[in-house]
């Protein structure tokens, strides 16, 4: 495993001192929280040498991160996250991760890298602890200033990965943390990072040449084969038969797409289980070294699919289009600046990426989409013409800042059923889960909530005080292009830094 440079000497063992206040803390966190810092310890010793675990803060499908606190020489006390891996991550994933952080991050916006623990299958990385809420508790709250100040400084952490030709591939609102009282951002999470064909990072190299030989079908973001025509499927007994994604190239995949059948691909997803943890062999020798062992290298990787959430990917994710470059990132950055412009969280709600297509087709427009898909090599059939959609009378919609077009045929806007809470009474972090679309009903325009006039007057004070009332054309524009359908003229997180938008924030460098 590549060496992770270690600032251990200003942490010291904190197992004495600490040891009183353990048992106080941890009746607050509830009993599986417990066990499982238990078996943290347990698999992991040497994290109880020098922090007490605190709490889990996050949980997903291939780590859980914990609170931990350490106590410095100094003797003043710093938290700390943990991130153990599940130990069947394929140690060249591992390693992946590890070296985007300890490369690139630390600074611009990119969450750094204190320590990595290992023993055994067990990874777990130390990081600084950036406190935070998540988006959608917040959403409702944010003023367009904080917006503008939240998009820019997502943008400038993906300049900088970027520059070191880390694609992220996993750009959401979760991803990047924001404390809002400091002003402190970062983005985590190289889980699922790739690299350029010129990337600087020699693990993600070895990440490609992995994938190609490993899995040809299921890279690991490209469960799609499966998806692909399960989607269709859904599509069609869902409502209208909307879309069908075919490579124009392959004729083959054009009818298992048409018929929404293609057992042989459905099969092998739906019988890929994760693997399990693979015991560690006796002779593996690379514990305590800085090296991965062939043994360890050759253990079976984790089949699942990595992938993100579908309402993020850019139309050349979706399209599984093989070409994918640092673009994709600036796609997701679009979606979140629509989500943050429109005030609903998330805004594409799709379970898979099919359907996830057909909301960016809502949104941008079918016909739109259609031909940038051919410019990356992709065809589209689409049963019905979408129109692009306006996007300041979009998000104002969807603030409830302006009343809905009458004609719903005209301008089928994404659903709305009801203005959003933000009535002074109600507390900021109020819930306000309502995604902007959801893949049931993305084409159904529900009737509007009848308190919808009286939830406008009421906002209208407070919006203005947010600066909702003065939304510059600029945000708009800014938003039009990082939400480029074609990747190949898609702005750039650099350009958009450069923006309008931006022009009292640019450095004077
Ligand atoms: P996963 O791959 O499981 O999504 P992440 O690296 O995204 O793992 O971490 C999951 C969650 O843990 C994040 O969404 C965030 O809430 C929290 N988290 C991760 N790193 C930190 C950190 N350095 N400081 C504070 N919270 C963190
Ligand atoms: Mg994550
Ligand atoms: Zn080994």
């Known amino acids: 495993m590549e060496v992770v440079p270690v600032h251990t000497e200003t942490i010291i063992s904190t197992e004495e001192c600490l040891k009183p206040e353990r048992t106080n803390r941890r009746s607050k966190v509830s009993r599986d929280v417990e066990t499982d810092i238990e078996l943290l310890y347990k698999a992991v010793p040497q994290i109880g040498k020098v922090f007490r675990i ?44 590890l070296q985007c952080l300890t490369v690139a991050g630390g600074r611009e916006n990119v969450m750094g890298v204190t320590y990595c623990f290992r023993k055994e299958d067990h990874v777990v990385i130390v990081m600084p602890y950036l406190e935070h809420r998540a988006i959608v508790d917040i959403i409702s709250s944010l003023s367009f ?62 990440l490609s040449g992995l994938r190609k030989v490993q899995r040809p079908v299921f890279g690991e973001r490209n469960m799609n084969s499966c998806t692909l025509v399960s989607a269709t499927t859904k599509a069609s007994s869902a409502q209208t038969e909307l879309v069908k994604v075919v490579k124009a190239e392959d004729p083959a995949n054009r009818r298992y797409s048409s018929t929404g059948r293609g057992s042989s691909l459905k099969t092998q997803g739906a019988n890929q289980k994760p693997q399990r943890a693979v015991p560690l062999s006796a002779t593996c020798s690379c514990y305590n070294t800085d090296r991965v062992c062939n043994i360890c290298l050759s253990r079976k990787q ?121 009535k002074p009474s109600i507390p900021e972090d109020t819930p306000t889960h309502r995604p902007a679309i959801k893949q049931e009903d993305s084409y159904e325009h529900t009737p509007l909530h009848t308190e919808r006039t009286e939830a406008v007057t009421m906002e209208t004070e407070k919006e203005e005080e947010g600066g909702w009332g003065r939304v510059p054309d600029e945000a708009y524009d800014l938003l039009d292009r990082l939400l480029e359908l074609n990747p190949a003229t898609r702005i750039t997180a650099a350009d958009a830094l450069t923006h309008p938008l931006f022009t009292d924030l640019r450095p004077l460098t």
């Open 54 to 97: 605190i709490d889990k803060i996050g949980e997903g499908t291939f780590s859980s991160v914990y609170l931990g606190e350490a106590q410095m020489h100094d003797r003043s006390r710093q938290k700390f996250a943990l991130k153990h891996l599940i130990p069947t991550s394929h140690p060249t994933r591992i390693a992946a991760e």
């Open 302 to 422: 984790q089949i699942a699919p990595r992938a993100g959430t579908p309402g993020f990917r850019a139309p050349e994710v979706l399209t599984k289009c093989p070409n994918q470059g640092t673009a994709i990132d600036v796609w997701s950055a679009g979606v979140i600046l629509l989500s943050l412009l429109s005030g609903r969280y998330p805004f594409f709600k799709a379970s898979d990426d099919l359907i996830a297509l057909s909301q960016i087709m809502t949104i941008r427009g079918s016909r739109e989409t259609i031909q940038a898909a051919k410019a990356f090599g992709k065809s589209i059939v689409c049963s019905r013409e979408l129109p692009r959609q306006d996007l300041r009378v979009l998000c104002e919609t969807l603030r409830a800042r302006r009343p809905s077009p009458d004609d719903d045929d005209v301008t089928p806007l994404p659903q709305h059923n009801g203005a959003i809470s933000r």
């Open 145 to 206: 200033e904080e917006v503008r100040l939240y998009i820019y400084n997502l943008l400038r952490a993906l300049k900088h990965i970027h520059q070191f030709g880390i694609i992220h591939r996993d750009i959401k609102p979760n991803n990047f943390l924001y404390n809002r009282k400091t002003k402190e951002y970062a983005l985590v999470d190289f889980g699922l990072a790739q690299g350029t064909a010129d990337t600087q990072i020699d693990l993600l190299k070895d």
